[in-house]
């Protein structure tokens, strides 16, 4: 796995499809759902005719934390939900990764959000850690 500052991850012996599969069950426990998939390796072969191996962003939500979220910060929308990314390995096997809520919140300004997306944050690391 990719280290990155704003997100988080593991690499799964297990096929993009099972892998996801295995990630929705782990997000259900953490009481997300998953709201979005977009299937990218799809769409950029249908629009521009370009082949990719198995790209998948989830958006996954926590209604509660959410809700606590906007009522907190209005704005916060246009950082939610929570993506996930799903991608198949060369030579087989998926890397599963996670947004950080705490890099996301620290673009808000509002020290408000620390604490909610610190516990999402530690929520999405249960999860990963499940999968």
Do not use: W
């Amino acid at each position: 796995m990719e280290d990155v500052r704003y997100g988080f991850g593991r690499d799964l012996e297990l096929e993009p499809d099972a892998a996801i599969a295995r990630v929705t069950e782990a997000l259900k426990g953490e009481g997300f759902g998953v709201l979005t998939r977009i299937d990218v390796h799809e769409v950029m072969k249908a629009k521009l005719g370009l082949e990719m191996p198995p790209y998948v962003i989830l958006g996954a939500c926590n209604p509660k934390l959410a809700s606590a979220a906007i009522g907190t910060e209005p704005q916060v929308g246009l950082l939610l939900p929570c993506n996930v990314l799903v991608k198949a390995r060369a030579g087989g096997g998926s890397t599963v990764s996670f947004a950080d809520p705490k890099a996301m919140g620290a673009m808000t300004d509002n020290a408000a959000m620390g604490p909610l997306m610190a516990d999402a944050a530690e929520r999405l690391e249960r999860a990963l850690n499940a999968c």
